[in-house]
């Protein structure tokens, strides 16, 4: 039997969906089957047209009303959180997926919307062979050290300074 392990990335800079959306990529390469649950998030982007050709082996679900930096989270925002961490722990049990990619769910903890016990409990339900992927800024520590891989992206220099609004294909 396959064993699967907790990736984390995080830090300030761009590139943590990219990780986990290239780890999809090569699983589905392999034949595994991939759930990507996106926290925070709702607009549709161009990764979400792409990966539509491929829902004999991926599965994304949305469960956010938007970006929340720097703002108190709404009840909408709580909610959509709780019921994507809902589906996300039955996708994780289902036996159906062999990776199962939390999006956001860092920015989601961060802003209270969810708990590091939860996530943490989480961690501790993985099947052996799930390979589980979080992603997003702010990893608690807590997180950060039951992982088995972390990631931090830190940016060193970002056009967005020089202001270069997010580009489709590119940023979305």
Partial sequence: M???YIHIYTGNSKGK???ALGLALRAMGAGLRVFVGQFIKKRICSEHKALERFRDLITVRQYGTG???GKKPASSAIAAAKKGFADVK???SSGQYDMVILDEINIAVHYGLLSTNDVLK???????????????RYADKKLIKKADLVTEMREIKHY???????????EY
């Fill in 67 to 69: 970006f929340i930096m």
């Fill in 160 to 170: 967005f300074k020089q202001g270069v609004k997010a580009r489709k294909g590119i």
């Fill in 17 to 19: 969906t990219t990780a």
């Fill in 2 to 4: 396959r064993k699967g």
């Fill in 122 to 136: 989480l961690f501790e339900k993985k099947p052996p062979a799930v390979e589980l992927i979080i992603t997003g």
């Fill in 90 to 92: 039955k996708a994780l």
